[in-house]
């Protein structure tokens, strides 16, 4: 088996090149420009010892894409991990953020149909596509909002709502991948994923907030944090993303042609932040130290996905209880 893997420096690419390196025994390529440098050091030493091949190679310049597969290639399966994945940097740079989600997705998708027609291509999509959720009905609880009518959280017929830049990008990708499945007969897959943390994730302020929040308290360190904490999200643990990139592989001849999933913790994988840093307080035995600002412009207060069609079509649903899942964040931290 032979695996393109784009973004492979950054953090779901980084775990996933090595899992199918060592996990599966496939011949793996691992793409990445380098953009993102924390951390991508430490990610290509990670990936080389798994055995995995790594080249520079940049998706926005259909040039790179298109000698990549004729260098390398033909692929059995292609995960496109690479992606600009903060908001903040979306709405500074909307033009960088839509060259390297949108218009690389757009290079690969070309390739995959003019060179590589037969593998598997897996997009990383997101939540965000669902936008601000304006109308859903909310409840106020002690700890944080939920949802009063979708109690398995958004499904994958919700309207989407590209808010935002990177929304807008993304979410473009999106259609795209879902629509060259419908029209050209490729096997492409959208994965939604909700809130992602694990090891060798390294992340900041705006992005990743799990593994930020979780950091900063494991050091025992002051940080921003905004609004009044009961907004919401599912997480997912990494190992659990794995566990579904392998199933749709194996599942990959049985799948719907442009079929659409969400990758989430759902219900029982939901967090607050105040419910967030109570938990961090007990493991750590720190006080937390954040910072409140005023609520970030579109930030929903809740969302959480319904993961019942990936369990359906692909018999999958998260292991890793999310407290479980932060006591191996800590461990691997520690580690730093």
């Not at 600009?84 to 949108?102: C, G, W």
């Not at 598997?120 to 949802?147: H, W």
């Not at 993304?170 to 943390?197: E, P, W």
Request: hydrophobic content about 40%.
């Amino acid at each position: 088996m032979k695996v393109l893997v784009t973004g492979a420096l950054g953090f779901v690419g980084a775990n996933l090149a090595r899992y199918f390196s060592e996990q599966l025994g496939a011949q793996v390529l691992g793409i990445d420009n380098r953009y993102k440098l924390a951390g991508s050091a430490n990610n290509l030493a990670l990936i080389e010892a798994a055995g995995v091949e790594y080249k520079y190679g940049d998706i926005r310049n259909n040039d790179d894409v298109v000698r990549i597969f004729n260098e390398n290639g033909p692929f059995d399966c292609i995960f496109n991990m690479a992606a600009q994945v903060a908001f903040k940097v979306s709405v500074e740079s909307p033009r960088l953020d839509f060259e390297i989600n949108t218009v690389g997705t757009f290079n690969l998708l070309e390739a995959l149909r003019l060179l590589n027609p037969e593998a598997l291509f897996v997009y990383a999509s997101t939540n965000q596509v669902y936008g601000e959720l304006k109308g859903v009905p909310l409840v106020e609880r002690e700890t944080r909002f939920d949802f009063t009518d979708m109690p398995n959280g958004v499904p994958e017929t919700h309207p989407a709502d590209f808010l935002s830049p990177y929304g807008c990008s993304k979410g473009a990708g999106d259609m795209y991948v879902q629509d060259y499945g419908r029209v050209y007969g490729l096997n492409t897959v959208v994965t939604r994923f909700g809130g992602i943390y694990g090891p060798h994730q390294y992340s900041y302020e705006d992005h990743g907030w799990i593994s930020f929040i979780t950091d900063q308290v494991r050091r025992d360190l002051e940080f921003n944090r905004f609004g009044h904490g009961k907004q919401v999200r599912d997480v997912l643990f990494i190992d659990d993303i794995l566990d579904v990139m392998h199933k749709i592989w194996n599942l990959k001849d049985s799948l719907v042609k442009g079929a659409c999933y969400n990758v989430g913790g759902g219900k029982d994988n939901s967090l607050s932040v105040l419910e967030l840093l109570s938990l961090l307080e007990e493991i750590t035995g720190n006080e937390q130290r954040s910072i409140v600002n005023p609520m970030r412009q579109a930030d929903k207060l809740v969302v959480y996905l319904d993961i019942s069609k990936a369990k359906d079509d692909l018999n999958w649903q998260p292991q890793v209880p999310y407290r479980d899942g932060i006591s191996q964040l800590i461990d691997w931290q520690n580690t730093l």
